[in-house]
Each structure stands twice: as C-alpha cells, then as structure tokens.
Nanobody, 125 residues
Framework: EVQLVESGGGLVQTGGSLRLSCAASGFSFDDYAIGWFRQAPGKEREGVSCVGSSDGTKYYKDTVRGRFTISTDNAKNTVYLQMDNLKPEDTAVYYC??????????????????WGQGTRVTVSS
C-alpha cells in the first residue's frame, strides 16, 4: 500500500525557512515521480516542485525557483522541500504526491494518484 506522510509545516515569519518532509512507503523513488503541491484558502491546488523517477529531473514553479529546493533520500524513502526566504504568499497547505506512471514529473494535479494528508505552512508578514 502506498502511503505518504508529510511533516514540517508551521508558522514562520517572512524571510524565514522551513523544511517539509514526506515519508513514503509502498513504492520506490526509482519508479514513481514525486511532487509537492500547495493549496491556499479559496484557491486551486497548484504544483510547486517535483522530481522525476527516471533521470531525477526537477521542476520548480517560477515564483519559488531559487527559494525552494526539492531533494530525495532514497535510504530513508523521504522527499524534502527546503523552503527559504518565505513570503506571505507561500501560505498554504502543502501536499506530497506520487505519480505511479513514473518518468519525468509533471506539475499537474491530475498526473498524481497518491496523496498525503497535507501540512500547513503559515508565513506571517
């Protein structure tokens, strides 16, 4: 059974940092693409970053590129999202997701068939 459990969210001031973790089980990062998504109140869920299973190609949403870093630890089967220089507009519930078709990752919600429960990030101004 595929399971994804996020942690690491919290309240931080503008300019601060958080590291989100996604503990995965039931599959290998060699086979599944992994994505981080977020959903702010009243808005649609959007892709923030993802990493492909085949060559590890990474994607970043334009507004987070240079501030967020996605990484994987295969030994721990955990995916991280390091978030630096956080801004109030980064406030959202962040979700980890897995795409069982593997290959290159896509920042599209519809491409992912397994989701975690989410972790809330609040950035105060």
């Amino acid at each position: 059974e595929v399971q994804l459990v996020e942690s690491g969210g919290g309240l931080v001031q503008t300019g601060g940092s958080l590291r989100l973790s996604c503990a995965a089980s039931g599959f290998s990062f060699d086979d599944y693409a992994i994505g981080w998504f977020r959903q702010a109140p009243g808005k649609e869920r959007e892709g923030v970053s993802c990493v492909g299973s085949s060559d590890g190609t990474k994607y970043y949403k334009d507004t987070v590129r240079g501030r967020f870093t996605i990484s994987t630890d295969n030994a721990k089967n955990t995916v991280y999202l390091q978030m630096d220089n956080l801004k109030p507009e980064d406030t959202a519930v962040y979700y980890c997701a897995a795409d069982s078709t593997g290959g290159a990752c896509l920042p599209d919600v519809s491409a992912y068939d397994h989701w975690g429960q989410g972790t809330r990030v609040t950035v105060s101004s």
